[in-house]
């Protein structure tokens, strides 16, 4: 393990720097960016230790929102307070949310251009490949025993059969609360002593409240889309890939923003970019907000990644001064073993049900087949699988 060195005040430019050296060179979600925080955080510039991070790691599995984000947010505060913690998040996610949004505006540059949209077409099969693949690496480390196995099935099932917004956050609460009172363990709920900043907690229920409130008395496309990904920030555990049967059902099936295939080609381009998956709300924002024109299709993608980012934030801001009280309680680590069980079988669930909208042709099942080969041969970077499938799209054209 590296040994952390006490060494001079840290200079806010170069930590920067070395945030956005690993935005950059982040791939592949909060596992393969988890690596990426090690050799450049820990092994190249030793802001802390590989213990430490690690426990960083596991607070914010606990937590709802962007697993890698709120590490990496977590990094900063540790290394310069809640200034360049805010800091860090800006310079981690401003890159990859800013590409985002230009890719909203991707379908109506082929109507300008006169392009066939159907060029685009094998970006959806090959994210459906990304989900099947995601679904599997989170399932191995979800399903543990038999009372995780149950959870997982509760939770494919029930989402499979009711695509309402409400039961996803629903299905997580009772996997929580099944694994507390499933569990053997004794003293789940030790008291510890904590003081923290309750300005913070106060924030983030008052944004998640009034925006419910607005959402119900002022017909408006922003306010809509701001209260839906500020819900997706503070109710989905476990980082991007869970988030997506949830924006797949209120955005596409409830809601009817985007056709299937729009949300699909979202989803795939997200994954040849570096940096944080929940990015994808820039475009599912924009997407969404398309019909008001330029600037409200701007203003819809940046609704989308300020409300899915914003709670995740307010969150590290009031746990992490008094993380290492919390960590002592083991009932909040016994949850999440119930938790992530029901968002893995959410996951598989979402992967089925993508591939049936997109189409169960021979070519799309193929795309599909030889993106989850690749994913476990690793042999081709994702940003090379997404550029091949583009230019598959528009040669078989």
Excluded at 145 to 163: D, E, P, Q
Excluded at 312 to 336: C, H
Aim: proline share 5%.
């Amino acid at each position: 393990m590296t040994k952390y060195l006490e060494k001079q005040p840290i200079s806010r430019k170069n930590f920067l720097q070395d945030v956005l050296i690993c935005s950059l060179g982040a791939y592949g979600g909060p596992e393969a960016h988890m690596g990426v925080f090690i050799d450049q955080m820990v092994i190249k510039k030793n802001y802390l230790s590989e213990e430490e991070l690690i426990e960083l790691i596991a607070l914010c599995s606990i937590l709802p929102g962007p697993t890698s984000t709120q590490t990496i947010v977590s990094i900063g505060y540790k290394t310069g307070g809640p200034v360049l913690a805010l800091l860090t998040m800006l310079v981690w996610a401003l890159p990859v949310l800013m590409l985002m949004t230009l890719l909203s505006f991707l379908y109506q540059f082929f109507e300008h251009m006169n392009l066939d949209k159907n060029n685009l077409r094998y970006i959806g099969p090959m994210a459906v490949g990304f989900i099947v693949m995601a679904a599997f690496r989170i399932n191995k480390k979800v399903v543990t025993n038999k009372l995780t196995f149950v959870m997982f099935l509760f939770g494919a099932i029930v989402t499979y059969f009711i695509r309402e917004p409400w039961v996803f956050p629903l299905v997580l609460i009772i996997g929580g609360i099944v694994s507390i009172l499933g569990s053997k363990e004794k003293d789940l709920w030790q008291r510890v002593k904590v003081n923290p900043p309750w300005v913070y907690i106060f924030i983030f229920s008052g944004i998640g409240v009034l925006s419910i409130i607005l959402t119900l008395t002022w017909d408006n496309i922003l306010i809509h889309l701001f209260e839906s990904f500020y819900r997706y920030g503070y109710l989905v555990f476990g980082g991007g890939q869970v988030v997506v049967p949830v924006m797949h059902s209120e955005l596409v099936q409830v809601n009817q923003y985007m056709t299937n295939q729009e949300f699909l080609t979202g989803y795939g381009l997200v994954q040849g970019l570096p940096g944080p998956m929940f990015s994808f709300s820039a475009y599912a924002g924009g997407m969404a907000a398309r019909s008001g024109g330029p600037i409200i299709q701007t203003l819809g993608a940046i609704a989308g990644g300020v409300g899915i980012f914003l709670p995740g934030l307010l969150l590290i801001y009031f746990v992490y001064p008094v993380w290492e009280n919390l960590k002592k309680i083991k009932g909040i680590k016994v949850s999440l073993k119930g938790i992530n069980a029901v968002a893995g079988g959410m996951i598989g669930v979402a992967a089925i049900i993508l591939m049936q909208q997109s189409g169960l042709s021979l070519e799309n099942i193929i795309i599909t087949v030889m993106t989850v080969l690749m994913l476990i041969t690793k042999r081709i970077p994702a940003p090379i699988m997404v550029l091949a499938v583009i230019v598959a799209g528009f040669l078989i054209g």
